[in-house]
């Protein structure tokens, strides 16, 4: 049987998995991956398993409290992944192989009240603590306010970024002008010069469903990948002038189907052919089920018709604000849960 994740990496698309699980880390490794992706919602799934109960014991019994803890294994879990992608990152020489490592989400807690300059000030600060010393991790940023102001700054000390949280083309513009500003000043020049930009997908399809239902058939479920290929083509055209040696690119992100109706290689068979997808485990698993050969489609539209309904119908600030409202909600949440679930582990682990 065709293997359908081979068949995507051949088709040019970077496969990288939306996990730092240790076991499918080294699965999907073989099947082809070569990079991952972390975030709170990853860190407490692994902590739920059982399997690092000794790990967290041990920073337990050295007096760490339940957010240094959190910190501490996150830094643990995406240093072996790094581990295992780092001979994909030499070979490329920087253009491939990176794990990506999200910076504290609280700093977007709607309850918290912190002031836009002090959270800037603190993505600069965590995004230079947290890649210091590494060669193949990605500081993941979001793409609000106070992550987009940091980026510039983060460039031009010679971080690797991963912008994420982009639901629209004003995001993304706004993120690539900071980065490359900030690495036109990199005292080491643009050698080593890598940004990524995560795009996510299904979360537009599902915002349609609801706000915008008159869409017709044709166009209902395409928002995301339309959005997503504009964007992308974007990329393409701004970078194409600039020069750098390591590609500047697009993370597909968000990829797992939402509708049961719909086939899990929609979105990755929609931009097979370049840049990077960012899969979750079951839809890799079930896309190599499938057997499908995947060619390029990355740069395939749907009719003038569906694209002028869009348009028409489909108001994207309005989008770009509901999500992110959602999206900001559903980043800091996580974090929130990660440090309840350590100190259920505290008592959990106390009396065993």
Do not use: C
Request: aromatic share 6%.
């Amino acid at each position: 049987m065709t293997s359908s994740l081979k068949s995507l990496i051949a088709s040019g698309t970077k496969l990288w998995l939306d996990s730092i699980d240790p076991d499918l880390v080294a699965k999907n490794r073989q099947l082809g991956a070569s990079g991952a992706t972390s975030n709170p919602i990853i860190i407490a799934d692994l902590i739920k398993t059982g399997r690092f109960d000794d790990d967290l014991d041990r920073l337990m019994r050295e007096g760490h409290d339940n957010t240094e803890i959190a910190w501490r294994l996150t830094d643990h879990l995406v240093r072996q992944a790094q581990a295992v992608f780092l001979p994909v990152w030499q070979e490329t020489h920087g253009n491939n192989g990176y794990v990506s490592f999200e910076l504290d989400p609280l700093l977007e807690d709607p309850n918290a009240n912190i002031p836009h300059s002090t959270r800037v000030a603190k993505y600069i600060e965590l995004g230079k603590k947290w890649s210091a010393g590494h060669q193949n991790r990605m500081i993941k940023v979001p793409a609000t306010p106070a992550g987009l102001d940091a980026l510039e700054e983060l460039a031009a000390a010679g971080i690797t970024l991963n912008v994420t949280l982009i639901f629209s083309m004003r995001q993304y513009e706004t993120a690539r002008e900071a980065v490359w500003r900030g690495a036109q000043r990199r005292a080491a020049g643009l050698q080593q010069f890598k940004s990524v930009y995560s795009i996510f997908v299904s979360r537009l399809d599902v915002y349609t469903e609801k706000a915008v239902p008159q869409l017709s058939p044709a166009a209902q479920g395409m928002v995301g990948i339309v959005n997503a290929k504009q964007i992308w083509r974007a990329n393409q055209a701004f970078w194409a002038s600039k020069g750098t040696p390591l590609a500047q690119e697009m993370i597909f992100a968000s990829t797992g189907t939402k509708k049961p109706e719909d086939a899990p290689w929609k979105y990755v068979e929609a931009f097979a052919g370049s840049d990077i997808e960012t899969n979750p485990p079951a839809t890799n698993d079930a896309v190599e089920k499938s057997g499908r050969t995947i060619t390029r489609h990355v740069d395939e539209m749907p009719s003038q018709a569906v694209l002028d309904e869009i348009d028409r119908l489909v108001d994207i600030q309005k989008l770009e604000e509901t999500l992110m409202d959602e999206g900001i909600k559903k980043f800091a949440d996580p974090q929130k849960a990660l440090l309840k679930l350590i100190e259920e582990k505290r008592a959990a682990l106390a009396i065993r």
